[in-house]
């Protein structure tokens, strides 16, 4: 019996391998030739993004994009974070690459966001196998100075400059701490609670032996 192709599936398989970064140039340069091959439901929400991109940089230049921006249903920022990762490893489609330059104030220079990110990607790795107290005589790692990081992620908390999403990122790192002075204080005023408890607790004369 003939088998049948299911072309759907064929073009969705090849768009995979292509924003995975695993499709040959030799290969890709074949599929350009086909009029509309890689069109579909990814491009279309990509080009929405870049109306949006364009709406907001209007006639005075695009500001800058945080990470937790969201415009009504698009999380516009964390598309941008991946767009400009995607470019510095070289895996950004060409045609969304002349797109996003066309765009008034458009840069490839790491936002505040991105960098925020990278830092707290190196914090994270730092606590794999020391602790936030190591940071005051360790603070570097690859050029960034994660103690004054920590000091500043608390400093703009405390002032309420802090995106939802940020605070969320912060407390997922291990053993994170808004307040750590006072968390010690309260650590260790339970402590000695807990221990005046147990002394109350002794039977005249001391413990049993």
Request: aromatic fraction near 8%; proline fraction near 5%; glycine fraction near 8%.
């Amino acid at each position: 019996p003939r088998r049948t192709v299911n072309l759907f599936q064929v073009r969705a398989f090849f768009r995979k391998r292509r924003v995975e970064g695993q499709l040959s140039a030799a290969l890709k340069r074949e599929l350009d030739g086909f009029p509309g091959f890689w069109r579909g439901a990814l491009e279309e929400g990509q080009r929405r993004k870049i109306q949006l991109l364009r709406k907001l940089a209007g006639s005075r230049g695009l500001p800058e994009i945080e990470s937790g921006t969201i415009i009504g249903q698009t999380r516009l920022g964390a598309w941008v974070l991946r767009c400009c990762k995607r470019h510095r490893e070289g895996r950004l489609d060409p045609w969304l690459e002349r797109e996003l330059e066309r765009i008034p104030g458009w840069t490839w220079k790491p936002s505040r966001a991105e960098q925020t990110e990278r830092k707290l990607d190196l914090l994270e790795r730092f606590l794999e196998d020391r602790s936030y107290e190591d940071l005051v005589h360790h603070p570097m790692l690859h050029g960034v100075n994660l103690h004054s990081f920590v000091l500043h992620l608390r400093k703009s908390y405390n002032k309420g400059r802090m995106s939802d999403e940020l605070i969320r990122a912060c407390e997922r790192l291990p053993d994170w701490s808004w307040h750590p002075l006072e968390d010690r204080r309260r650590l260790r005023r339970s402590s000695a609670h807990r221990r005046s408890d147990d002394q109350d607790d002794d039977p005249p004369g001391g413990r049993a032996g």
